[in-house]
């Protein structure tokens, strides 16, 4: 086993045992122009680790034309969760004299674009854990877009993943449940206004109070029964 191999292993198993499903590891040379952090931020970190946890089923069943309070706060526990073993995952690399950076899960620098350091979607693709969906989400081959994600930068040496081809086939649940008709037949078609404009109001929701929708989420199950 190299030295890549065993790091790349033994974080895995150090954030399986906290609650992360999916781990994977992107080779960042080929996206770093996509990421909005300074050079000096970027210095030196090659590798970018994807991990995700896996939203409950059951929560996602009760959102019908809206986000519920109940999905609300799971989407803010999966967030805490996955900041927690991103801080954990830091600190372990960091012990072994390495450089890590960690990504908020849910921290936007541009409210109108909705973007952030780094886009969690263009890592995870990039790290394999699924393909970008005609829901412009990041779709598992097993959980679909049932998903959320985190990211952590770093200079560990790492094995790393390959992206996976699209997958979606004919599918067109996400297409069919959207209320605004934002997506299409290609991610590329996905009209960022038309969604975010339905997040806005969204967010006026007693309760709810965030930029969060769940309906296509629910819709795009992969092979989850």
Request: hydrophobic share 40%; aromatic share 8%; proline share 3%.
């Amino acid at each position: 086993m190299t030295v890549e191999e065993r790091n790349y292993n033994e974080l895995k198993e150090l954030v399986f045992e906290k609650g992360i499903t999916l781990f994977g590891v992107a080779d960042l040379e080929p996206i770093k122009d996509r990421l909005l952090l300074s050079e000096n931020e970027l210095k030196g970190l090659k590798y970018g680790i994807s991990m995700a946890v896996v939203l409950s089923k059951e929560v996602l069943e009760g959102i019908e034309e809206k986000p519920t309070i109940l999905y609300k706060w799971h989407y803010r526990q999966a967030n805490i969760n996955l900041d927690n073993n991103a801080f954990l995952i830091t600190q372990e690399i960091m012990r072994r004299g390495y450089k890590a950076l960690p990504i908020a899960a849910s921290q936007i620098i541009d409210w109108q674009k909705q973007l952030a350091h780094v886009s969690h979607r263009i890592v995870a693709e990039a790290a394999g854990l699924g393909w970008r969906g005609r829901n412009n989400l990041i779709v598992n081959e097993k959980y679909g877009s049932q998903i959320r994600l985190i990211t952590v930068l770093t200079d560990i040496p790492l094995k790393t993943d390959k992206p996976v081809e699209f997958g979606c086939g004919t599918c067109r649940r996400c297409i069919d449940v959207c209320p605004v008709k934002a997506l299409g037949e290609t991610p590329d078609q996905y009209n960022f206004d038309l969604c975010f404009n339905q997040l806005k109001e969204f967010s006026k929701i007693q309760g709810v109070g965030q930029y969060i929708c769940g309906i296509c989420v629910k819709a795009c199950y992969g092979k989850r029964k």
